[in-house]
């Protein structure tokens, strides 16, 4: 697929929003295939936009400060999952300031203290599940995170209802993509967690609560803004919802972990013998070859020529993450799940794009991309070595239709027992 001069067609009819909620994941891969062209032109909602894909779409959409985030995204789906005011809605300096403090909070040092929170609530956790008969990986995997990302955030959870959390967080994931009476009770519960964490901000700043100096928490309730005043503490709040609700939502990554484990076993008794000199390269395809966000939206701040073709500022543009993600010109066999593929991988950027691409400080790449490798990492290695379990029959089909994709039963596993390794710790 490619374009030629200035020739960025145009679909047919008067606006693509029912086909676009039907294909889903595919709406754009599909449309590109059929016109022969990395972009093509429509309207969402009434709205002109421009779809575009692969990896010189992806490399002009993140770099070179061309775009900013402002209306990029519906309102529905920016409440749910970033908000006003949080870093990933910033542009330039701004957002370089805002996105430091992240990154800090993210250094090795932070990442090794996250995995081991999670890998000892992962142990607290399977002792449950021997006693529960069969389980909902998904939704017990939530619960796990929620306990996980508060304790490392430094948050003690006898003062803080983990349970109530871990609903509210994963109906925000859950609902981002949605429309109606779904939407807005996920939006109405986010209003009650937006209470909760200006709480926290709050009783740290007052003194009232008490959290270990560089955590998470202290760290988003001490933040300054550029002049140096502190952050407005529905911001500060709004910053911490976005440091809790991202570690919740890997929850989605470990279960289709979980499910290539299943489909392709080879690779969990590869792990389960203690080989891991391609656990990184499964966690990579897991991220490239599962359904996660599917675009990226932008606004252009600044005019430029793609290909010849003009983009004026505030033309908004729909970069389509699933479809670079499986461009056969960037990965063969695109649908295939095949970790070898990245034995050699040069690491580029603009290809691999499952939470953003280009530079963590200076484009919007996610900057807890590491943290989600992390824990991936210790899940694969939790459901290779720490627990033995079976899968029963069940729906595993995973709907590309279906904002935020998964297996349609969530993933369920039975007869679950700690592993001899695990006794002998």
């Known amino acids: 697929m490619s374009l030629t001069l200035d020739s960025i067609?145009?679909?047919?009819?008067?606006d693509s929003t029912l086909a676009f909620l039907k294909d889903g994941y595919l709406f754009a891969s599909?449309?590109?295939?059929?016109?022969?062209?990395?972009?093509?032109?429509?309207?969402?909602?009434?709205?002109?936009?421009?779809?575009?894909?692969?990896?010189?779409?992806?490399?002009?959409?993140?770099?070179?400060?061309?775009?900013?985030?402002?209306?990029s995204?519906?309102?529905?789906?920016?409440?749910?999952?970033?908000?006003?005011?949080?870093?990933?809605?910033?542009?330039?300096?701004?957002?370089?300031?805002?996105?430091?403090?992240?990154?800090?909070m993210m250094e090795p040092p932070e990442r090794d203290r996250l995995r081991a929170v999670f890998a000892a609530e992962w142990d607290d956790a399977a002792g449950r599940w021997q006693e529960q008969g069969e389980i909902v990986l998904h939704d017990e995997l939530q619960s796990v995170l929620t306990r996980t990302a508060m304790l490392w955030a430094g948050l003690d959870l006898r003062e803080n209802d983990a349970a109530s959390r871990a609903f509210e967080l994963g109906e925000m994931v859950e609902n981002a993509g949605r429309f109606g009476p779904r939407n807005w009770m996920a939006r109405t519960l986010r209003f009650r967690t937006e209470?909760?964490?200006?709480?926290?901000?709050?009783?740290?700043?007052?003194?009232?609560?008490?959290?270990?100096?560089?955590?998470?928490?202290?760290r988003l309730a001490t933040q300054t803004n550029l002049d140096g005043t502190l952050l407005d503490r529905a911001v500060a709040g709004v910053e911490l919802l976005n440091t809790v609700r991202p570690i919740v939502a890997i929850s989605r990554f470990i279960v289709f972990a979980a499910l290539c484990l299943n489909e392709v076993p080879r690779w969990r008794e590869t792990f389960a013998a203690g080989d891991d000199s391609d656990l990184a390269h499964f966690v990579t395809e897991v991220r490239r070859h599962a359904p996660f966000f599917r675009v990226m939206g932008g606004r252009v701040r600044r005019a430029f020529e793609w290909r010849q073709h003009p983009f004026s500022i505030g033309q908004w543009v729909l970069l389509d993450l699933y479809g670079t993600n499986h461009d056969p010109r960037l990965w063969p066999e695109p649908y295939r799940f095949r970790p070898e593929?990245?034995?050699?991988?040069?690491?580029?950027?603009?290809?691999?794009?499952?939470?953003?691409?280009?530079e963590y400080l200076h484009d919007h790449r996610c900057a807890g991309e590491p943290v989600t490798i992390e824990l991936m990492r210790e899940?694969?290695?939790?459901?290779?070595?720490?627990?033995?379990?079976?899968?029963?029959?069940?729906?595993?089909?995973?709907s590309l239709r279906h904002f935020p994709a998964g297996p349609a039963s969530g993933f369920r596993i039975n007869r679950v027992r700690r592993s001899r390794a695990t006794w002998t710790v």
């Open 30 to 71: 599909k449309r590109c295939a059929r016109l022969g062209s990395d972009a093509f032109h429509t309207r969402l909602g009434g709205r002109p936009v421009t779809f575009m894909l692969g990896a010189d779409a992806s490399r002009t959409f993140w770099s070179g400060g061309r775009f900013d985030r402002h209306g």
């Open 341 to 358: 593929r990245f034995r050699d991988w040069p690491g580029d950027p603009y290809t691999l794009i499952p939470q953003g691409g280009g």
């Open 195 to 218: 209470w909760w964490a200006r709480g926290v901000i709050d009783g740290v700043r007052e003194g009232s609560l008490d959290v270990p100096e560089g955590s998470a928490v202290h």
């Open 73 to 104: 995204i519906p309102p529905t789906a920016t409440h749910l999952l970033q908000d006003n005011g949080s870093s990933q809605t910033l542009d330039g300096e701004e957002h370089r300031h805002r996105k430091r403090m992240f990154l800090e």
């Open 379 to 398: 899940g694969v290695r939790a459901l290779s070595r720490s627990i033995e379990y079976g899968v029963p029959p069940q729906d595993l089909r995973v």
């Open 9 to 14: 067609p145009t679909l047919p009819g008067i």
